[in-house]
């Protein structure tokens, strides 16, 4: 079964970057679409930002385009998330999603999807 494992996060001033990874094992990222999603103490999750299988097709929340960039790198089993430009109200935990047979859109917009392999998390402060 594929498991998904969050790393990059951590405590950056607001104007600095970050750069997520989304690291998979036990079976390829290939043929899946992966997104990234985050949750902030006493709110709900949302989907942030997600890429198709071949990485054509992007999906992006409204409050980071501009900002956040996905991208997918299948040699490595590795999805990506860089966030420049970062604001507080950007802290959050994000996590990693992954789901066949779908599309980026749909799967952004399932923050809670039973269907996807989910990762712990990885924790971005944002705070001067």
């Known amino acids: 079964q594929l498991q998904l494992v969050e790393s990059g996060g951590g405590l950056v001033q607001p104007g600095g970057s970050l750069r997520l990874s989304c690291a998979a094992s036990g079976g390829t990222l290939d043929g899946y679409v992966v997104g990234w999603f985050r949750q902030a103490p006493g709110k709900e999750r949302e989907g942030v930002s997600c890429i198709s299988s071949s990485g054509f097709n992007t999906y992006y929340a409204d409050s980071v385009k501009g900002r956040f960039t996905i991208s997918r790198d299948n040699a490595k089993n590795t999805v990506y998330l860089q966030m420049n430009t970062l604001k507080p109200e950007d802290t959050a935990n994000y996590y990693c999603?992954?789901?066949?047979?779908?599309?980026?859109?749909?799967?952004?917009?399932?923050?809670?999807?039973?269907?996807?392999?989910w990762g712990r998390g990885t924790l971005v402060t944002v705070s001067s």
């Open positions: 999603a992954s789901r066949r047979y779908t599309l980026a859109l749909t799967l952004c917009g399932s923050p809670y999807s039973a269907n996807a392999a």
